[in-house]
């Protein structure tokens, strides 16, 4: 690797990390674990939990009272999410790839209490959390 591609490198790396850690400032909060999440479910002042897998993936299992929208139908479905702009949200996926595209929509649309589930679903499901299901829409 010449000096020149190392540089490259390392900007692009600092980039990401950069990124990564100023995602979360832009949509107002810190990413929740599951256990917090899974103690604050059905209580009052409970966050919307919202959902951006496909409706076949929510089918197959959810966190119990998730809104589900899929991350590319979002921006014309806003309407759907209780609470208003204000409210709290809670946002996941599978992993995380389109829960970060959704939190940026959200943001961009004035949402100002968004915040990432920590591990997603697989992470939820992974630490025995509750799981609907709701067959296959």
Partial sequence: MTRIEGIASFVVLCAVVWSAGCRHAATGGDPISPGDLSARIGS?????VLDVRTPQEYA????PGAVNIPHGELAT???????????EIVVHCQAGGRA????KVLAQQGYTNVRDLQG???GWVQQGFPVER???P
Wanted: no cysteine; glycine share 20%; hydrophobic share 35%.
């Fill in 44 to 48: 009052a002042g409970a966050p919307v």
């Fill in 60 to 63: 197959s299992g959810h966190i």
């Fill in 134 to 136: 709701t067959g296959q």
């Fill in 100 to 103: 970060a595209t959704a939190e």
């Fill in 77 to 87: 479905r806003l309407a759907e999410i209780p609470g208003g702009k204000s409210a």
């Fill in 120 to 122: 997603h679903f697989g």
